[in-house]
């Protein structure tokens, strides 16, 4: 198997070990997938399976970025206070609901609420 497979396998291993049955759905995806991870250097090069390996939860985001040398990072936190104040440009997306953009924020109503307009994704 491929070293860049079993890497992403350990540090999922480390960062989720108290959750074997995803750890052990990992290691079935990746060693099913391991032929095609090398017939493709690109996705080491991307770190595409550690990106595709971060779980999604209702508490927890994830963000990807590039950094300097053009690496793809994935940071995650826990969500500890789910009333984040969104602003126009923020992006939600809610599991089950879809994708929705918060383009502007207008002002108060007659009856006192804020108005927006929203993006939705279809």
Request: glycine share 6%.
């Amino acid at each position: 198997m491929n070293a860049y497979v079993e890497s992403v396998i350990e540090t999922v291993k480390r960062k989720h070990g108290n959750e074997p049955e995803f750890v052990q759905t990992v290691e079935e995806v990746l060693t099913s997938i391991a032929p095609m991870v090398d017939k493709h250097p690109e996705y080491e090069k991307a770190d595409l399976l550690n990106r595709i390996v971060e779980p999604e939860r209702m508490i927890t985001f994830r963000v990807s970025w590039v950094d300097d040398s053009g690496k793809v990072q994935v940071n995650w936190r826990e969500c500890v206070k789910p009333d984040k104040l969104l602003s126009a440009g923020d992006t939600v997306s809610a599991r089950g609901f879809g994708k929705f953009e918060l383009s502007e924020v207008g002002g108060v109503t007659k009856k006192g609420r804020t108005s927006i307009v929203l993006r939705v994704y279809i």
